[in-house]
């Protein structure tokens, strides 16, 4: 029996730089399903996640050369910029970032913090999908990229503040869809 290695991100790194074709297509093949989900984080259509994601490949081959390993973790996150950029990217020039404007009398103290313990992570996953793309968008770039109020407004083009109100409007119906969520499976659980 063959004992065939599985290559690390290190061993993609060096076998792209070194000219080796394999390399590009273990890469594909080790993150494909990885940035698949990071990119329809943002994007909503299956045909608008193929675009992005081949875009992003186009990046990512036309680019990786001068990419550097940091140690273990660095070529997933570098791979992940590159997918959100290019979401961010398309969503801007298909004028689908709609941000609303806050109201003066707007509340915008958030509530409680919802239980998420019990929420399978595609159903999770599948609320977050619903919310307006503006909402969506910050929400996923202030959680899941860590970046800052002020890094979204340069990110977007948008005020700090406009960033700040889109997240807790955001947190705000994800709260009202996770709490629909437990009421519609308390009754279905007291209904038996």
Same mark, same amino acid.
């Given at each position: 029996m063959v004992n065939i290695k599985r290559p690390n991100e290190k061993d993609i790194v060096a076998l792209i730089h070194s000219g080796d074709a394999s390399g590009r297509k273990y890469l594909y093949c080790e993150?494909?399903?990885?940035?698949? #989900?990071?990119?329809?984080?943002y994007i909503?259509?299956?045909e608008d996640v193929k675009d992005v994601l081949h875009d992003s490949f186009i990046k990512i081959f036309a680019t990786i050369e001068s990419f550097e390993h940091r140690g273990a973790g660095s070529l997933k996150a570098w791979l992940s910029r590159v997918v959100v950029n290019e979401a961010l990217r398309f969503l801007k020039s298909s004028c689908r970032t709609e941000i609303v404007p806050i109201t003066a009398d707007e509340d915008l103290i958030a509530d409680e913090a919802p239980d998420i313990e019990?929420?399978?992570p595609s159903v999770l996953?599948?609320?977050?999908?619903?919310?307006?793309?503006?909402y969506r968008?910050?929400?996923n770039l202030f959680v899941f990229e860590e970046k800052s109020h002020r890094e979204i407004a340069e990110l977007l083009g948008i005020?700090?503040?406009?960033? #700040?109100?889109q997240y807790h409007r955001?947190?705000?119906?994800?709260?009202?869809?996770?709490?629909?969520y437990h009421n519609s499976n308390v009754s279905v659980s007291y209904g038996r």
């Open positions: 993150y494909i399903r990885y940035l698949t #989900a990071v990119c329809s984080r909503i259509e299956p019990e929420i399978p996953h599948g609320m977050i999908r619903e919310l307006p793309t503006g968008t910050i929400l005020k700090e503040s406009s960033s #700040a109100s955001a947190k705000r119906m994800l709260a009202e869809k996770i709490k629909k």
